[in-house]
């Protein structure tokens, strides 16, 4: 009878061991990855396993988030000319449209949206463009050009800038 009250006991130990565990893994994701140690004021949720690079060139701070293979986004922080997000994003998609490789807007946000691109060769992939104001920065985040992405990947890219 002992024996099985010490199964019992071990068995209730090593549910809660792993539940404060999982729940510690949780919490590391949601808090998600601080880029003011780059210098850019915002925090996006990337993979657990992502790793930021940064490039700066003069007045132009660049950070490179990646998975190394379905998670890339390019972040982009310069002085900000204008608070106008609607008129940022109106000139980033007049831009855009006029590329040979744009197919057309699938997803509108109210600071940016999702794209599709088509190749010469036929090849579809997907992209995006986000912008903040925060403060007197301007922060736009695109997909990388390491890979062509899909639709569900890009989503997934944007849903942890804007979550």
Do not use: W
Request: glycine share 6%; hydrophobic share 40%.
């Amino acid at each position: 009878m002992a024996r099985i009250y010490k199964t019992k006991y071990f068995l209730v130990f090593l549910f809660l061991a792993l539940f404060f565990l999982n729940c510690k893994e949780k919490k590391q994701q949601s808090e998600g990855m601080d880029l003011m140690k780059y210098g850019i004021p915002y925090t996006i949720k990337a993979p657990t396993d992502a790793k930021a690079t940064q490039t700066q060139s003069g007045y132009l701070t660049n950070v490179n988030i990646s998975d190394g293979k379905f998670y890339e986004v390019q972040v982009f922080m310069a002085d900000a000319n204008t608070a106008d997000l609607k008129k940022l994003k109106q000139e980033h998609k007049e831009i855009l449209i006029m590329h040979p490789a744009f197919s057309k807007i699938i997803e509108e946000f109210d600071n940016g949206f999702i794209f599709e691109k088509q190749e010469d060769d036929g090849t579809k992939s997907y992209d995006f463009y986000i912008v903040k104001i925060v403060g007197n920065n301007e922060i736009s985040f695109i997909g990388g050009n390491t890979h062509y992405f899909t639709e569900d990947q890009v989503k997934k890219m944007v849903k942890s800038i804007l979550y």
